[in-house]
C-alpha cells in the first residue's frame, strides 16, 4: 500500500511540475498580448487625435492663426484646375516624369514604385504606387490604357512635364 501511495504522490508532482511551466507560458503570453493592447491603444488614440489636431487653428503670437481654406484639400489637383505639373508634390512630379519617359509603352506599378524610391519587391509599396497612379488617372494627369499600364493623356502632353507640344511650344 505503502508504494501505491508514494507513486500517486510522485505522479501529483509531475502534474504540479508540469502546470506550474505551463502556468509561467500562459503568464508570458498575457504579458506580451497585453503589450500588444497597450500599443495598439496608443496607435489609436494617436491616429484619431491627429485630423482633430490638424483641423484645430494654430495658436500663434498674435492670436489665432488665419482660416484654412473651406473644402477638401487634394493631394492632387484636378488638371483642369493646375497650372502644370509644378503644382503637384515631388512624388507625383516623378511619376509624371517617369510617364513621359516610357511613352506609349505606358507605366507599370511595380516601375512606378521604383520611381519613388521604394522597395519593388515588396507588394505593400507596389499597390501604394498603384494608388497613386490611379489617383492620378482620377484627375485626369494619366490615363489608364490597359490594366496596370498608366500613359499621358493622348495627343496632348502635359505642360511642364518635361515633353514639347506638338506646335512647338514647351
Known sequence: MRAVLEERQKAAAV???E???ELERV???LADAEDVLR???IGLEQYLEAPAEADAPAVVAGGVSPARPVGPRRAVPHR???AGVEGLSVDYQALMAAAVEVG???LGARRAAVVLGWDSASASRVEGARARLKRLVERGWLVEVK????TLPAPERVPGAGA???DGGS
Open 27 to 29: 503568464q508570458l503570453a
Open 19 to 21: 502546470l506550474g511551466a
Open 15 to 17: 502534474l504540479v511540475e
Open 80 to 82: 483642369q484646375n493646375a
Open 147 to 150: 490594366p496596370g499600364r498608366f
Open 164 to 166: 514639347e507640344r506638338p
Open 39 to 41: 500599443r495598439r491603444v
Open 104 to 106: 506609349g509603352d505606358g
